[in-house]
């Protein structure tokens, strides 16, 4: 019976995984990196909650503000202040006066037990402009920060009370006072809230700079381990079990399975710190804790007819980040391949590390410009699509069947890219040459005459 070009590869497979995942500092890595992203998922939302406590735990102290009216405004309205700081001044109360503000500091300073948290507001109009200045008494409890915080607060009464006094119905007010929100929409296209803004411009981000510095990482381990294990007594033993094509093969599939499974066990152990943190966060720092981003989650859930979270969009675009990743190892043990040489492998590794970077900027950049037909040529061509594809697909940016279709499209360019890895492996093996130009030449004549191996 004939055996098929890949055949053995999975001998192969199991020898280098057994023989990566037994290094001591390949499980002290794992292991340390894995516990510092549960515990960074951790802090994260407790720090997150100790800033929401803090915020909503800000009250300020001012009881009694003496207001100096010389603005000339018919209508200086402090019921809106109330309304919109209840909970941060509970026990603040205006009162009118036409004392003067020394007057005034005279009286707080024979009485300071008693009006030790009063201020002096005085609000006048200075040719085509208002002023308010908060005056804070001498010995008072209170201090320049809480003067400034109550001025900052003071605008809206201000704004508000200046457009009353224009005279204007308050029909008008209201819509002259109502925002402007400016969105751009193609035909057919429905409105996005702000969550699935955010998602889309967040998610895919994240997935490409994953995806990003996994390359840059995985792709010289690849390359050293093809090249080392070319020039050793170990691939005499290593070809007997195999074909150069299972033997490349099961490398590079062996090296890319032990990088996944290192990701996904940080990717489990950060989003089970996440979940632990954010219930650590309710239970122990702020009760009322929000967390921003579970509340997105909720909201794309709710849009209809978006596929972003969904149980077929999180397995697909696991699946795709797997296969783009998969495609760059093949990539990168292609490269190495051309290395007869360790001392050879800087060098030619140089050009994996540019195509990466060459396709990291082009994903980046180029969806910026917002033009259909320049999304789907990065979305077909592999060095781009194997970027983009797993966090469009997760973020709904790709639907489902849509997203099918372009991983069809990197599965089949990654399989040919297999078999191309495969030959310039295989030649190198029995040819021993590192110029390219023959290596080339060698390639066209096994393809012409066939391979006896």
Known sequence: MKESMFSGWKDVFLFTFRQASIIKRFRIVTVGIALL???????????????QKKDDTVISSIRQVYVIDESGLDVLSFDIFFNEYQEKYPDISFV???KSAEEILAELGEAKEESSNDIILQIKRENDKYTVQIVIPYDSELGKKDGGLFAEDLELVMQQSKLLSSGIPMEKLVLAMS??????????ESQKSVGEEL????VPLIFIMLLYFMNLVYGQSIGNIVVV????KLMEMLLTLTRPYGLIL???LAMAVIAMIQMIVWIVCFVGGFFIGNGAAVEFIYADYNNIILEIFQILQGQEGSTAFSVGAVILSLFTLCLAFLFFCVLAGLVASFASKGEQLAQTMGFYQIIIVASFFASYMLPMQGKEWVNVILH???FTSAFLLPGDILAGIVKVPQGI??????????????????KVYKNQLFYQGSDYKTILKGLRKRGKYGSTH
């Open 37 to 51: 992203l549960l515990i960074a998922g951790i802090i994260i939302n407790c720090m997150i909650a100790l800033s």
């Open 96 to 98: 009118d006066t036409e």
């Open 179 to 188: 925002g402007v929100s400016v969105t751009q929409l193609d035909a057919g």
């Open 199 to 202: 998602v889309i411009m967040i």
């Open 229 to 232: 294990e070319k020039s050793s």
């Open 250 to 252: 099961g490398k590079i």
């Open 380 to 382: 077909i061509v592999p």
């Open 405 to 422: 279709l372009y991983t069809i499209i990197l599965l089949i360019f990654t399989l040919l890219l297999v078999t191309v890895t495969g």
